[in-house]
């Protein structure tokens, strides 16, 4: 009798594979000691990775001073949108600076849903000591000037390439000037920076020459050479005279302001209609509005 063989022996049926573990995810770098940890937006993830928090208000800053600088004469009211489109910015990110923004009083919204600068940045601006001390120092002169005048009287100071107006009075039936409180305007072409121009360093000048100059009118000085020739007489005279090249119709003399040591730190002008005014008595008035501006400056702070 044939034994039969044995059958094999059956292979073990496999379980589940235990699942496999979840990898971490990378935990942020604990902050220095005496720095807040990064925070997280939503709760989701990090804003800028784990750098500390020092390092992460550069760009916070920088994207808060471009929603602000989407503000200008010709829009001085914005809708969230709108803010975004002349930012640069997202939508979300827009919406959460402007919030901020409002809460601190940088800006003001209105019933309407639309965006202003508030007056709490007013507040700060004023305390530029470029602006305020000089322009309180000045303001007794300025308005003699327009007393005697009926004429446009202007205060400036030079900002890198640029001047910036400081103050503007206008006169009764004055010529319409295209400056402006806080306006910038070209060095080369207006009779303060034409002043300020000439008293800049040598490089700053070679700086603003070496660039296309705006042409205002058919008169506006364009070529180096023409410029170079207007700041050397402005220098050798004491005052700057710009004919006709920012409007038609429209002459300006200026004459520079100094500081205790002697560097100008302004300029103040009269805008008159061209034809109207000689420009020497324009000059004698100016200049003499200039020097008493000069002696009422508050003194420098001493140096440490």
Known sequence: MTTPAPSPAAEPVPGP????????????????????????????????????????????????????????PDRRSLTLSE???HSGLPVSTAHRLA????????????????YHIGLRLWEIGSLAP??????????????????????????????????VFVERIAGTG????????????ALTATGVGLVLLAYAPAELQ?????????????????????????LADTRARGYAVSDRQ?????????????????AVVAAVSLVVHHGSASTHALATLLRTSARAIS??????????
């Open 17 to 72: 594979r235990p699942a496999a573990e979840p990898t971490p995810a990378p935990r942020p770098e604990p902050a220095p000691r005496g720095e807040p940890a990064p925070r997280l937006e939503h709760g989701s993830r990090l804003e800028h990775g784990s750098r500390p928090a020092a390092e992460r208000t550069g760009p916070v800053v920088a994207r808060a001073l471009q929603l602000l600088a989407a503000f200008t």
């Open 83 to 85: 803010l975004s489109r």
């Open 99 to 114: 919030a901020e923004l409002v809460a601190w009083g940088a800006l003001e919204r209105d019933a309407a849903g639309c």
């Open 130 to 163: 470029r602006g305020l001390g000089l322009r309180e120092a000045a303001l007794p002169y300025l308005e003699d000037l327009s007393q005697v005048t009926r004429e446009n009287v202007q205060l400036a100071v030079r900002e890198g390439t640029e001047v």
């Open 174 to 185: 004055a010529v319409p000037v295209l400056t402006r409180v806080g306006g910038r305007f």
């Open 206 to 230: 070679e700086q603003v020459l070496a660039r296309p100059v705006t042409r205002y009118t058919e008169r506006t000085m364009t070529a180096p050479h023409q410029i170079r020739a207007a």
């Open 246 to 262: 920012v409007t038609m119709d429209a002459l300006s003399v200026a004459a520079p302001v100094h500081d205790a040591e002697g």
């Open 295 to 304: 002696r009422a400056l508050p003194p420098l702070a001493p140096r440490t």
